[in-house]
């Protein structure tokens, strides 16, 4: 068994050093640099960090949909053992779409305005299976309704996008991702436009369908309670690169990573006035000019002098558990030698 075989037994999706970069007039800017991200088979990752850390580029490049200047610049995408990012563009579609579908974060501008929405779901179907009578389409689009908890499924289905609220669009979205049962589910910030209490019920939601159909689930948000809330394990994001990567009650318990732990403070929490959330000081920096050192360094309160410097390498804090953090590297070996 090769390193990858071994990889897709027990992975839906693993991309190896993917690198995806958009070319501008002002230069090349690595929008993901070199991640490396394992989806196990029937596990709920996220894939968490600030907005402009290259989440949606991870994800645009996995399905195949990055716009130009946008392009895969390396690194592999496995998938069933095949690598997706030297798939030709007709069997790549074959794949993305029935077995890897995508919900996107506005479901207002991935829904067709003037179609109604249980025949946007159904289309969807026949595209994927045309031998499919089209009345046995239309009632497994209505049980897919039912099961994304759609009320009233059978009148929804005649409602044009306009007619339904935001949690019931997002429903519709989930419910056209699913229909043709993926192996796995890219979530881009699927509840982002969603009030608090619609949130919840569509992660549970995910969960449940999770368990029903053992898929596998990315969800990608800035929100860390979403993760804490749905998923198996964590990977973050900064300007392009993983910095850290652990099952999410590890994550919660011993974050590693200084931005981690900015991420984790600024969870809102019942009952906080919303001037003490601590936010993280500064902002993503502009990829096109990224320091000499860690990314993080001119936001890190713990940045020592290496970290202006010195590049971190992702190393492993605790077995399953890697951070790339200079400082943190020291203090653990600093421990352990102890
Ligand atoms: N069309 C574009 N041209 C140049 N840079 C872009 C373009 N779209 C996005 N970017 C840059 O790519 C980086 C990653 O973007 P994105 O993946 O959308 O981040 P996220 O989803 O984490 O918010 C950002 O720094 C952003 O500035
Ligand atoms: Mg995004």
């Known amino acids: 068994m090769t390193e990858n ?42 894939l968490v960090g600030e907005s402009g850390c290259g989440k949606s580029m991870t994800a645009r490049s996995i399905m195949g949909l990055l716009r130009e200047p946008g392009r895969i610049a390396g690194g592999q995408i496995l998938f069933d053992g095949r690598d997706l990012a030297q798939l030709p563009e007709k069997e790549l579609r074959a794949v993305c779409g029935q077995q890897i579908s995508m919900v996107f974060q506005e479901p207002m501008t991935s829904l067709n305005p003037v179609l109604r929405v249980g025949r946007q779901v159904c289309e969807t179907l026949l595209v994927h299976d045309r031998s499919l009578p089209r009345a046995q389409a239309r009632r497994r ?83 860390l309670g979403v993760v804490a809330e749905v998923c198996d394990e964590v990977y973050v994001m ?4 993983i910095v850290e990567h652990a099952d999410t009650f ?71 558990h890697t951070v790339r953090c200079l400082q943190y590297c020291a203090e653990t070996a600093e421990r352990r030698n102890a």
Not at 23 to 29: I, K, M, R, S
Not at 187 to 216: C, F, H, K, N, Y
């Open 5 to 46: 075989e071994r990889a897709g037994a027990q992975n839906v999706l693993s991309l190896r050093g993917l690198r995806a970069c958009f070319y501008t007039e002002h230069g090349v800017l690595p929008a993901v640099d070199g991640v490396d991200l394992d989806i196990p088979r029937g596990k709920i990752i996220g």
């Open 141 to 223: 689009v209505i049980e897919m309704f039912a099961k994304v908890g759609i009320p009233e499924p059978e009148k929804r289905y005649d409602c044009y996008p306009h007619e339904l609220s935001g949690g019931l669009r997002q429903r519709v979205m989930i419910a056209m991702a699913m229909v043709c049962r993926p192996q796995l589910l890219i979530a881009d910030e699927p509840t982002t436009a969603l009030d608090v209490t619609i949130e919840a019920q569509i992660l549970r939601l995910m969960r449940a369908l999770r368990d029903e159909t053992g898929m596998s689930v990315l969800i990608i948000t800035h929100n």
């Open 238 to 241: 900064y300007a392009g690169k």
């Open 250 to 320: 590890e994550l919660f318990d011993h974050p590693a990573h200084p931005y981690t732990r900015g991420l984790l403070a600024s969870i809102p929490r019942i009952g906080q006035a919303a001037e003490r959330l601590h936010a993280i000081p500064g902002v993503v920096p502009n990829l096109l000019h990224l320091p000499a050192g860690c990314a993080f360094c001119p936001r890190c309160a713990e940045a020592g002098e290496a970290c202006r410097t010195r590049r971190p390498d992702l190393t492993e804090a605790a077995p399953g």
